[in-house]
C-alpha cells in the first residue's frame, strides 16, 4: 500500500480498500483519489458514496468528478 497518511485509511477502509497510494514530491499539491467500483452492485454504489462523503466531511473535498450516466446525451451544440 505504501506510506500514505493515516487519516486516508481510516476514511476508507470501513467501505473499501486501498490498493496504492503515490504521494506528489511538492508540498501543497493537490489530493486526487481514484476509486474504482463494480459497477451495477447497490452495496459497491454505497460503499462509493460512503468514501466521498468521508472525504467530504472530513477534509473538504470540493470537487468530484464521476463517470457514468444514463439514458441519452443532449449533444447539440
Given at each position: 500500500m505504501g506510506d500514505g497518511p493515516a487519516w486516508l485509511s481510516a476514511l476508507v477502509l470501513?467501505?473499501?480498500?486501498i490498493r496504492e497510494i503515490h504521494l506528489s514530491k511538492r508540498p501543497g499539491a493537490p489530493l486526487i483519489v481514484h476509486i474504482q467500483d463494480a459497477h451495477e452492485?447497490?452495496?459497491?454504489?454505497?460503499?462509493?458514496?460512503?468514501?466521498?462523503?468521508?472525504?467530504q466531511e472530513e477534509r473538504g473535498l470540493a470537487l468530484v468528478g464521476?463517470?457514468?450516466a444514463?439514458?441519452?446525451?443532449?449533444?447539440?451544440p
Open positions: 470501513p467501505y473499501g480498500s452492485i447497490a452495496e459497491a454504489q454505497k460503499n462509493t458514496a460512503a468514501i466521498i462523503r468521508n472525504l464521476l463517470e457514468g444514463e439514458g441519452a446525451f443532449a449533444l447539440e
